[in-house]
């Protein structure tokens, strides 16, 4: 059973850092293109950040040079280390993974085929 599971989600203070990770069962991370996506309340989700099965990756305008993405393989896992947070990037952050590994429109969340349940991020001081 495929299976994507974040955390590392909580309370931060404007500033501040926080590291999210997606854990994953069942199949290989670095097999899969990974995206990672956000939803804040009463708006549309926006795709964070993505990394590929070579290890390239994409950012969103609104969090580059604040946000990182990463994988370890022997963990297999993907990290979301994010910086400078502010409160507009409060949301509940997802992993998405896309079998089709093509990097293009990355950042599209229909087009990923595997979903975790989410992660709740609040920036607030």
């Known amino acids: 059973q495929l299976q994507l599971v974040e955390s590392g989600g909580g309370l931060v203070q404007p500033g501040g850092s926080l590291r999210l990770s997606c854990a994953a069962s069942?199949?290989?991370?670095?097999?899969?293109?990974i995206g990672w996506f956000r939803q804040a309340p009463g708006k549309e989700r926006e795709g964070v950040s993505c990394i590929s099965t070579s290890g390239s990756t994409n950012y969103a305008d609104s969090v580059k040079g604040r946000f990182t993405i990463s994988r370890d393989n022997a963990k297999n896992t993907v990290y979301l280390q994010m910086s400078s947070l502010k409160p507009e990037d409060t949301a509940v952050y997802y992993c998405a993974a896309d079998p089709l590994t093509v990097q293009n429109m990355c950042l599209i969340g229909r087009r990923y085929t595997y979903w975790g349940p989410g992660t709740q991020v609040t920036v607030s001081s």
């Open positions: 069942g199949f290989r991370l670095d097999y899969y293109l």
